[in-house]
């Protein structure tokens, strides 16, 4: 089955500094992959997806991600942190025909004033 | 909004009893899928139905149950409750064909007490 890392629990930030979150993935075919953000207290919200095409995919909030098969990443980006994104981050991997989207294990973005 | 309404948003019950967790999908979805998110588990896939026959199975607990009705509607059962089971219930729903976008509801926070 898919699989998806995410190595980094818990990443600090000075606000307005950039910001770049590592994901992983394990997946013998081409993969659909995703970042979601949840708020605390909240459902998670779809940040950007790849399915296919260019490689380097805009998202909502200013964020973008940027898929490399070579390596299996699909890192996210944004060169300019604000308060507001401090949350937690999780990467996604699914399958085409299955839709089975696994998880990574999320990291927790702490923004410092 | 998502449109993913997930019932009750909060349910305490004890250890031995037996609940059940509700989610209606976005109008159109034919995808429904339930994850289970604790502190020490992370966000863990349970399954997902596609048009009411199941698709996917994670790692589902075998007292834990769910079925899609054919209003598209899913419910998740969990029965022979224990300390444990406490975590956030969420379910996500997404549209036919290559769209594996999976829009997700505010969760169920479960307290087994």
């Known amino acids: 089955a898919q699989s998806v890392t995410q190595p980094d629990i818990h990443i600090t930030v000075s606000e307005g500094a950039s910001l770049e979150l590592r994901c992983n993935y394990s997946y013998g075919a081409t993969p659909y992959l995703f970042w979601y953000v949840q708020s605390p207290g909240q459902g998670l919200q779809l940040l950007l997806k790849?399915?296919?095409?260019?490689?380097l995919v805009q998202g909502i909030k200013g964020f973008e991600a940027e898929f490399k098969r070579s390596q299996s990443s699909f890192n996210l980006r944004k060169p300019s942190v604000h308060w507001s994104d401090a949350a937690e981050y999780f990467c996604?991997?699914?399958?085409?025909?299955?839709?089975?989207?696994?998880f990574g294990a999320g990291t927790r973005l702490t923004v410092k004033p | 909004d998502s449109g993913v309404t997930q019932t009750p948003k909060h349910l305490i019950t004890a250890t031995g009893q037996r609940v059940t967790l509700r989610c209606s999908p976005r109008?159109?979805?034919?995808?429904v899928y339930w994850y289970q998110q604790s502190l020490d588990q992370g966000l863990q896939f349970l399954i997902q139905y596609y048009n009411g026959e199941e698709r996917a199975k994670g790692n589902i607990l075998e007292r834990f149950s769910a079925q899609q009705f054919p209003d598209l509607h899913s419910e998740l059962n969990l029965s022979s409750l224990e300390l444990g089971d406490s975590a956030l219930y969420f379910c996500?729903?997404?549209?036919?064909?290559?769209?594996?976008?999976?829009?997700f509801g505010q969760g169920t926070r479960l307290t087994v007490v």
């Open positions: 109008s159109g979805d034919l995808s």
């Open positions: 996604a991997v699914a399958r085409y025909n299955n839709n089975d989207m696994r």
């Open positions: 790849y399915f296919s095409g260019d490689t």
């Open positions: 996500a729903s997404s549209g036919r064909g290559g769209n594996t976008e999976a829009f």
